[in-house]
Protein backbone atom coordinates (compact mmCIF):
# COMPACT_ATOMS: atom_id res chain seq x y z
CA UNK A 1 0.00 0.00 0.00
CA UNK A 2 1.39 3.42 -0.55
CA UNK A 3 1.36 6.15 1.73
CA UNK A 4 -1.51 8.91 0.48
CA UNK A 5 0.28 11.65 0.60
CA UNK A 6 3.37 10.94 -0.75
CA UNK A 7 1.20 9.65 -3.93
CA UNK A 8 -0.63 12.57 -4.01
CA UNK A 9 2.28 14.49 -4.49
CA UNK A 10 3.99 12.65 -6.96
CA UNK A 11 0.27 12.32 -8.99
CA UNK A 12 0.63 16.00 -9.68
CA UNK A 13 3.57 16.07 -12.09
CA UNK A 14 0.95 13.46 -13.96
CA UNK A 15 -1.84 14.99 -14.22
CA UNK A 16 -0.32 18.24 -15.01
CA UNK A 17 1.47 16.35 -18.03
CA UNK A 18 -2.05 14.97 -19.28
CA UNK A 19 -3.25 18.40 -19.19
CA UNK A 20 -5.65 18.01 -16.78
CA UNK A 21 -6.35 21.45 -14.81
CA UNK A 22 -5.30 21.83 -11.15
CA UNK A 23 -8.60 22.88 -9.77
CA UNK A 24 -10.06 19.70 -11.48
CA UNK A 25 -7.35 17.41 -10.59
CA UNK A 26 -6.97 18.77 -6.90
CA UNK A 27 -10.62 17.97 -6.19
CA UNK A 28 -10.12 14.87 -7.04
CA UNK A 29 -7.37 14.63 -4.63
CA UNK A 30 -9.16 16.08 -2.02
CA UNK A 31 -11.93 12.82 -2.44
CA UNK A 32 -9.95 10.38 -1.99
CA UNK A 33 -9.16 9.54 2.07
CA UNK A 34 -7.01 6.13 1.33
CA UNK A 35 -5.08 4.19 -1.11
CA UNK A 36 -6.12 0.72 -0.17
CA UNK A 37 -9.54 -1.08 -1.55
CA UNK A 38 -11.36 0.29 -4.77
CA UNK A 39 -14.84 1.45 -3.01
CA UNK A 40 -15.69 5.01 -2.35
CA UNK A 41 -12.86 7.34 -1.74
CA UNK A 42 -10.19 5.10 -2.51
CA UNK A 43 -7.92 5.92 -5.28
CA UNK A 44 -8.60 3.97 -8.20
CA UNK A 45 -12.50 4.77 -7.59
CA UNK A 46 -12.27 8.56 -7.65
CA UNK A 47 -10.19 8.33 -10.41
CA UNK A 48 -12.58 6.28 -12.10
CA UNK A 49 -16.03 7.99 -11.26
CA UNK A 50 -14.04 10.89 -12.82
CA UNK A 51 -13.12 9.03 -15.73
CA UNK A 52 -16.75 7.80 -16.80
CA UNK A 53 -18.47 11.66 -16.66
CA UNK A 54 -15.56 12.41 -19.03
CA UNK A 55 -16.43 8.95 -20.98
CA UNK A 56 -20.27 9.44 -20.78
CA UNK A 57 -19.79 13.23 -22.68
CA UNK A 58 -18.04 11.57 -25.40
CA UNK A 59 -14.64 12.99 -24.12
CA UNK A 60 -12.74 9.80 -24.53
CA UNK A 61 -9.32 10.82 -24.65
CA UNK A 62 -9.92 12.87 -20.71
CA UNK A 63 -11.54 9.96 -20.25
CA UNK A 64 -8.30 7.81 -20.57
CA UNK A 65 -6.53 10.28 -18.77
CA UNK A 66 -8.10 9.99 -15.46
CA UNK A 67 -8.65 6.04 -15.79
CA UNK A 68 -4.73 6.58 -16.24
CA UNK A 69 -4.27 8.10 -13.32
CA UNK A 70 -6.57 5.20 -11.23
CA UNK A 71 -3.96 2.70 -12.24
CA UNK A 72 -1.17 5.34 -11.26
CA UNK A 73 1.51 4.25 -9.83
CA UNK A 74 0.96 0.66 -11.01
CA UNK A 75 -1.94 -2.65 -10.76
CA UNK A 76 -2.03 -3.46 -7.50
CA UNK A 77 -5.63 -4.78 -7.15
CA UNK A 78 -8.48 -4.88 -8.96
CA UNK A 79 -9.43 -1.30 -8.69
CA UNK A 80 -6.36 -0.49 -10.18
CA UNK A 81 -6.82 -3.37 -12.79
CA UNK A 82 -10.36 -1.95 -13.96
CA UNK A 83 -8.58 1.55 -13.67
CA UNK A 84 -6.16 0.34 -16.55
CA UNK A 85 -8.55 -2.03 -18.30
CA UNK A 86 -10.63 1.64 -18.38
CA UNK A 87 -8.20 3.18 -19.93
CA UNK A 88 -6.80 1.45 -22.62
CA UNK A 89 -10.60 0.87 -23.88
CA UNK A 90 -10.92 4.82 -23.90
CA UNK A 91 -7.98 5.66 -25.59
CA UNK A 92 -8.61 2.95 -28.09
CA UNK A 93 -12.43 4.53 -28.70
CA UNK A 94 -9.79 8.03 -28.65
CA UNK A 95 -7.54 7.01 -31.52
CA UNK A 96 -10.11 5.30 -33.61
CA UNK A 97 -10.59 8.92 -34.80
CA UNK A 98 -6.77 9.71 -35.24
CA UNK A 99 -4.78 8.13 -37.44
CA UNK A 100 -3.16 6.10 -34.74
CA UNK A 101 -2.86 1.89 -35.09
CA UNK A 102 -1.77 -0.77 -33.13
CA UNK A 103 1.23 -2.60 -34.12
CA UNK A 104 2.24 -6.04 -32.15
CA UNK A 105 6.27 -6.91 -31.67
CA UNK A 106 7.30 -9.84 -30.84
CA UNK A 107 9.66 -9.71 -28.04
CA UNK A 108 10.87 -12.32 -25.21
CA UNK A 109 8.03 -14.85 -26.02
CA UNK A 110 5.33 -12.20 -25.87
CA UNK A 111 3.23 -9.99 -28.07
CA UNK A 112 3.85 -6.03 -27.05
CA UNK A 113 1.32 -3.67 -28.19
CA UNK A 114 2.41 -0.27 -29.14
CA UNK A 115 0.47 2.53 -30.68
CA UNK A 116 2.01 4.04 -34.12
CA UNK A 117 1.25 6.68 -37.11
CA UNK A 118 2.13 7.89 -40.12
CA UNK A 119 3.40 4.51 -41.21
CA UNK A 120 3.52 3.64 -45.22
CA UNK A 121 5.59 1.11 -46.92
CA UNK A 122 5.19 3.41 -50.43
CA UNK A 123 6.62 6.86 -48.15
CA UNK A 124 7.94 6.06 -45.27
CA UNK A 125 9.34 8.53 -43.04
CA UNK A 126 11.74 9.15 -40.48
CA UNK A 127 10.95 7.04 -36.96
CA UNK A 128 10.45 8.88 -33.30
CA UNK A 129 9.74 6.68 -30.67
CA UNK A 130 8.22 7.88 -27.18
CA UNK A 131 8.70 6.30 -24.03
CA UNK A 132 7.69 6.98 -20.79
CA UNK A 133 9.18 6.25 -17.59
CA UNK A 134 8.42 3.16 -14.26
CA UNK A 135 5.17 4.97 -13.78
CA UNK A 136 3.62 6.62 -17.23
CA UNK A 137 1.80 4.14 -19.70
CA UNK A 138 1.68 4.13 -23.56
CA UNK A 139 -1.50 5.75 -23.59
CA UNK A 140 -0.67 8.67 -20.99
CA UNK A 141 1.61 9.84 -23.57
CA UNK A 142 -0.25 8.62 -27.20
CA UNK A 143 -2.42 12.17 -27.59
CA UNK A 144 1.39 13.84 -28.48
CA UNK A 145 1.00 10.78 -32.02
CA UNK A 146 -0.64 13.69 -33.97
CA UNK A 147 1.94 16.35 -33.21
CA UNK A 148 4.94 13.89 -34.11
CA UNK A 149 2.71 13.51 -37.45
CA UNK A 150 2.81 17.01 -38.21
CA UNK A 151 6.57 17.35 -37.93
CA UNK A 152 7.13 14.80 -40.59
CA UNK A 153 7.74 11.73 -38.92
CA UNK A 154 6.77 8.36 -38.29
CA UNK A 155 5.61 8.21 -34.48
CA UNK A 156 5.50 5.27 -32.01
CA UNK A 157 4.54 5.18 -28.19
CA UNK A 158 5.25 2.07 -26.40
CA UNK A 159 5.48 1.05 -22.50
CA UNK A 160 8.79 0.50 -20.48
CA UNK A 161 8.45 -2.99 -19.76
CA UNK A 162 6.43 -3.99 -16.88
CA UNK A 163 4.13 -0.63 -17.20
CA UNK A 164 0.77 -0.43 -18.34
CA UNK A 165 -0.14 -3.57 -20.50
CA UNK A 166 3.37 -4.96 -20.85
CA UNK A 167 3.88 -8.18 -19.70
CA UNK A 168 7.34 -8.07 -19.59
CA UNK A 169 10.00 -8.23 -16.43
CA UNK A 170 12.03 -5.22 -16.45
CA UNK A 171 15.21 -6.52 -16.28
CA UNK A 172 19.25 -4.97 -17.26
CA UNK A 173 18.69 -6.29 -21.22
CA UNK A 174 15.25 -4.52 -21.74
CA UNK A 175 16.99 -2.06 -24.04
CA UNK A 176 16.57 -4.92 -26.52
CA UNK A 177 13.10 -3.79 -26.49
CA UNK A 178 14.16 -0.73 -28.59
CA UNK A 179 15.33 -2.64 -31.81
CA UNK A 180 13.00 -4.75 -31.37
CA UNK A 181 10.36 -2.32 -32.28
CA UNK A 182 12.42 -0.92 -34.69
CA UNK A 183 12.36 -4.64 -36.81
CA UNK A 184 8.25 -4.75 -36.41
CA UNK A 185 8.28 -1.34 -38.19
CA UNK A 186 10.52 -1.50 -40.85
CA UNK A 187 10.06 -0.68 -44.23
CA UNK A 188 6.73 1.09 -42.90
CA UNK A 189 9.45 3.85 -41.30
CA UNK A 190 12.63 4.64 -42.44
CA UNK A 191 14.16 3.16 -38.79
CA UNK A 192 17.89 3.58 -39.99
CA UNK A 193 16.52 7.53 -38.61
CA UNK A 194 15.51 6.68 -35.48
CA UNK A 195 14.85 9.43 -32.88
CA UNK A 196 13.97 8.13 -29.12
CA UNK A 197 12.49 10.38 -27.06
CA UNK A 198 12.61 8.63 -24.32
CA UNK A 199 11.22 9.84 -20.46
CA UNK A 200 12.81 9.34 -16.75
CA UNK A 201 13.87 5.80 -16.60
CA UNK A 202 13.22 5.18 -20.02
CA UNK A 203 16.07 6.90 -21.31
CA UNK A 204 18.83 4.87 -19.22
CA UNK A 205 17.97 1.75 -21.99
CA UNK A 206 17.85 4.22 -25.14
CA UNK A 207 21.28 5.42 -24.01
CA UNK A 208 22.13 1.93 -24.22
CA UNK A 209 19.87 0.67 -27.48
CA UNK A 210 22.23 4.07 -29.03
CA UNK A 211 25.22 2.47 -28.28
CA UNK A 212 24.41 -1.04 -29.39
CA UNK A 213 22.04 -0.24 -32.34
CA UNK A 214 22.94 2.37 -35.41
CA UNK A 215 19.60 3.02 -36.26
CA UNK A 216 19.47 5.24 -33.01
CA UNK A 217 20.45 8.60 -34.93
CA UNK A 218 19.49 10.62 -31.64
CA UNK A 219 18.51 10.56 -27.70
CA UNK A 220 16.30 12.92 -25.94
CA UNK A 221 15.50 12.12 -22.46
CA UNK A 222 14.17 14.02 -19.23
CA UNK A 223 15.93 13.32 -15.76
CA UNK A 224 17.23 9.94 -16.53
CA UNK A 225 18.91 7.23 -14.09
CA UNK A 226 22.55 6.57 -15.28
CA UNK A 227 24.86 5.48 -12.67
CA UNK A 228 24.63 6.80 -9.32
CA UNK A 229 20.90 6.13 -8.59
CA UNK A 230 21.80 2.35 -9.09
CA UNK A 231 24.92 2.08 -6.67
CA UNK A 232 24.60 4.95 -4.09
CA UNK A 233 23.29 3.05 -1.08
CA UNK A 234 23.10 6.87 0.95
CA UNK A 235 21.13 8.14 -2.23
CA UNK A 236 18.83 5.02 -2.79
CA UNK A 237 17.64 5.68 1.35
CA UNK A 238 16.68 8.93 0.20
CA UNK A 239 14.57 7.79 -2.83
CA UNK A 240 10.68 8.13 -2.84
CA UNK A 241 8.76 4.92 -2.11
CA UNK A 242 6.62 4.93 -4.17
CA UNK A 243 9.67 5.09 -6.69
CA UNK A 244 11.42 2.40 -5.16
CA UNK A 245 7.95 0.33 -4.70
CA UNK A 246 7.11 0.70 -8.40
CA UNK A 247 10.51 -0.01 -9.17
CA UNK A 248 10.81 -3.44 -7.06
CA UNK A 249 7.27 -4.84 -8.83
CA UNK A 250 8.18 -4.24 -12.42
CA UNK A 251 11.68 -6.04 -11.43
CA UNK A 252 9.81 -8.78 -9.78
CA UNK A 253 11.18 -8.58 -6.40
CA UNK A 254 10.72 -7.04 -2.54
CA UNK A 255 11.33 -3.36 -2.45
CA UNK A 256 13.75 -4.11 0.15
CA UNK A 257 15.63 -6.45 -2.42
CA UNK A 258 15.52 -4.17 -5.23
CA UNK A 259 18.50 -1.81 -5.27
CA UNK A 260 21.02 -5.03 -4.67
CA UNK A 261 19.24 -6.41 -7.61
CA UNK A 262 19.89 -3.43 -10.10
CA UNK A 263 23.80 -2.37 -9.14
CA UNK A 264 24.74 -3.58 -11.82
CA UNK A 265 22.53 -1.49 -14.05
CA UNK A 266 25.05 1.25 -14.20
CA UNK A 267 26.11 2.75 -17.25
CA UNK A 268 29.48 3.19 -17.21
CA UNK A 269 31.92 5.58 -18.85
CA UNK A 270 33.23 3.50 -21.83
CA UNK A 271 29.41 2.87 -22.89
CA UNK A 272 28.87 6.56 -22.77
CA UNK A 273 31.80 7.35 -24.56
CA UNK A 274 30.38 4.68 -27.27
CA UNK A 275 27.07 6.81 -27.81
CA UNK A 276 28.43 9.08 -31.21
CA UNK A 277 24.94 10.34 -31.14
CA UNK A 278 23.63 13.41 -30.67
CA UNK A 279 21.64 13.28 -27.27
CA UNK A 280 19.75 15.89 -25.63
CA UNK A 281 18.51 15.96 -21.55
CA UNK A 282 16.33 17.78 -18.99
CA UNK A 283 17.40 17.81 -15.42
CA UNK A 284 15.97 18.89 -12.87
CA UNK A 285 18.31 20.75 -9.79
CA UNK A 286 16.02 19.41 -6.86
CA UNK A 287 15.23 16.07 -8.57
CA UNK A 288 14.23 13.48 -5.35
CA UNK A 289 14.74 10.69 -7.96
CA UNK A 290 17.70 10.84 -10.00
CA UNK A 291 21.28 12.34 -8.10
CA UNK A 292 23.06 14.95 -9.34
CA UNK A 293 25.81 12.83 -10.19
CA UNK A 294 24.31 11.50 -13.05
CA UNK A 295 23.45 14.54 -14.78
CA UNK A 296 27.57 15.45 -14.22
CA UNK A 297 28.66 11.86 -15.68
CA UNK A 298 26.82 12.74 -18.68
CA UNK A 299 28.04 15.76 -18.94
CA UNK A 300 31.91 14.46 -18.53
CA UNK A 301 31.18 11.31 -21.08
CA UNK A 302 28.84 11.99 -23.82
CA UNK A 303 30.87 13.00 -26.98
CA UNK A 304 27.53 15.32 -28.29
CA UNK A 305 25.69 16.31 -25.37
CA UNK A 306 22.81 19.48 -25.07
CA UNK A 307 21.49 19.94 -21.59
CA UNK A 308 18.87 22.65 -20.19
CA UNK A 309 18.66 22.19 -15.91
CA UNK A 310 15.30 23.42 -14.32
CA UNK A 311 15.12 24.55 -11.07
CA UNK A 312 12.48 21.87 -10.26
CA UNK A 313 11.77 18.39 -8.43
CA UNK A 314 11.73 15.09 -11.10
CA UNK A 315 10.33 15.36 -14.35
CA UNK A 316 10.33 19.15 -14.70
CA UNK A 317 6.47 19.53 -13.81
CA UNK A 318 6.50 23.20 -13.17
CA UNK A 319 8.35 23.97 -16.85
CA UNK A 320 5.71 21.44 -19.02
CA UNK A 321 5.67 23.69 -21.75
CA UNK A 322 8.90 24.05 -22.03
CA UNK A 323 10.19 20.91 -21.76
CA UNK A 324 7.80 19.52 -24.12
CA UNK A 325 8.63 22.57 -27.25
CA UNK A 326 12.60 22.09 -25.98
CA UNK A 327 12.40 18.26 -26.40
CA UNK A 328 10.64 18.68 -29.95
CA UNK A 329 13.14 21.11 -30.55
CA UNK A 330 15.76 19.26 -29.90
CA UNK A 331 14.81 15.92 -31.88
CA UNK A 332 14.46 18.45 -35.11
CA UNK A 333 17.72 19.78 -34.20
CA UNK A 334 19.30 16.57 -34.68
CA UNK A 335 17.70 15.49 -38.49
CA UNK A 336 19.79 16.54 -40.98
CA UNK A 337 16.47 17.15 -43.17
CA UNK A 338 14.92 18.84 -40.48
CA UNK A 339 12.28 21.47 -41.96
CA UNK A 340 13.90 24.81 -41.18
CA UNK A 341 10.44 26.55 -40.80
CA UNK A 342 9.10 24.22 -38.03
CA UNK A 343 12.68 24.53 -36.61
CA UNK A 344 11.98 28.48 -36.53
CA UNK A 345 8.52 28.00 -35.25
CA UNK A 346 9.17 25.99 -32.48
CA UNK A 347 12.19 28.34 -31.22
CA UNK A 348 9.81 31.04 -31.17
CA UNK A 349 7.53 29.25 -29.07
CA UNK A 350 10.27 28.18 -26.74
CA UNK A 351 11.15 32.07 -26.72
CA UNK A 352 7.39 32.56 -25.86
CA UNK A 353 6.74 30.38 -23.01
CA UNK A 354 10.50 31.25 -21.61
CA UNK A 355 9.27 34.68 -21.57
CA UNK A 356 6.12 34.21 -20.35
CA UNK A 357 7.35 32.37 -16.86
Do not use: C
Amino acid sequence: MNDLAELKRFAVAHAISQNLPEDHYAGILDAIGRDDGDGPGSWPHEWIRAGRAHAEAGEHLAAAHHYTMGRFPYVDGPGRARALDLALSAFDAWRAGQDIVPVTVPFEGHEIRVWTTGLSVLAPRPLLLMTGGIVSTKEQWGAVLPQIAAFGMAGAVADLPGVGESPLRYHRESWRLFPAILDALAPRARVSESYLLALSFSGHAALQAAAHDPRVRGVVGNGPPISDFFTDASWQARVPAVTTDTLAHLVGVPSHEVYRRVRDWALTPDLLRSVKVPVAVVGARRDEIIPPGDLALLRATLPDLETVEHDDVHGAPSHLAETRLWSLLAVLRMRPDADSDLVRGLTAALDAARAAR
